[in-house]
């Protein structure tokens, strides 16, 4: 019967470290470059844009559109589930890796409601 010889735990470290670094460092340079983490993730899963929403107090509410391709991304529309929600410029072009901003108001929102708002593009 023959023993089973294992690495010692130095190479066990070196080769765990070859392969870490790497994706450490792509992952860092990729998310400096996109401005986050999440916005690096949704660029290599092939997606066109990522969508931040930022609380800014009772009833508003931030919207921003990252545009994660070298092409302009045209917003033609934007829409609520219902009409108390207000959206300033419906309508924009996002510049290529550019971002795009849009406030959203509700009087409904101060008092705990849930509302769904849907980005046409195109």
């Known amino acids: 019967m023959s023993r089973r010889r294992f690495p010692q735990r130095a ?5 765990a470290l070859l392969w870490s670094t790497p ?3 792509f992952l860092g340079a990729t998310s400096w470059w996109f401005g986050s983490a999440r916005a690096a993730f949704h660029w290599m899963a092939g997606r066109d844009f990522v969508v931040h929403v930022r609380d800014r107090g009772p009833g508003e509410y931030e919207l921003r ?7 302009p991304l045209n917003v033609v529309g934007i ?7 207000l959206i300033d410029e419906p ?3 996002i510049a290529p890796w550019g971002t795009g901003c849009w406030t959203l108001r ?13 980005l046409f593009t195109d």
């Open 91 to 93: 309508r924009k072009q």
């Open 23 to 25: 994706a450490v460092v």
């Open 11 to 15: 190479v066990l470290w070196k080769r």
């Open 65 to 71: 559109v990252q545009n994660l391709r070298g092409a």
């Open 106 to 118: 509700s009087a409904k929102w101060a008092d705990g409601g849930t509302r769904t708002v849907t």
């Open 79 to 85: 829409r609520s589930n219902c009409d108390c929600v």
